[in-house]
């Protein structure tokens, strides 16, 4: 099982910066996606952003300019650059990844997340 631990989350201004880190261990296959999602409270979890293993990314609209998703394919992380900050971005935001064991089986293995909170 492959274990995910997000770090990084805060208080920020509006128009601050913040970056968060996940960092998956644990017995696998391989990690093809990593992700970054986001649930604000009464609101549906949504996409943030993600990298496949060979680097191509994908961002929401909401975020497309203002956040960057990389990650180390050696190390097994993944971080999320959030700059221009706003209250919207407000959410707890969950480390995403999609393994495949050595068996072949496939699942999508979440992080406890972590608070962001946007706000003067």
């Known amino acids: 099982q492959v274990h995910l631990v997000e770090s990084g989350g805060g208080l920020v201004q509006p128009g601050g910066s913040l970056r968060l880190s996940c960092a998956a261990s644990?017995?696998?296959?391989?990690?093809?996606?990593l992700g970054w999602y986001r649930q604000a409270p009464g609101k549906e979890r949504e996409l943030v952003a993600t990298?496949?293993?060979?680097?191509?990314?994908n961002y929401a609209d909401s975020v497309k300019g203002r956040f960057t998703i990389s990650r180390d394919n050696a190390k097994n992380t993944v971080d999320l650059q959030m700059n221009s900050l706003k209250p919207e971005d407000t959410a707890v935001y969950y480390c995403?990844?999609?393994?495949?064991?050595?068996?072949?089986?496939?699942?999508?293995?979440w992080g406890q997340g972590t608070q962001v909170t946007v706000s003067s």
């Open positions: 990298i496949t293993s060979g680097g191509i990314t």
């Open positions: 995403n990844a999609d393994v495949v064991t050595i068996g072949g089986s496939r699942y999508a293995s």
């Open positions: 644990g017995i696998a296959f391989s990690i093809k996606t």
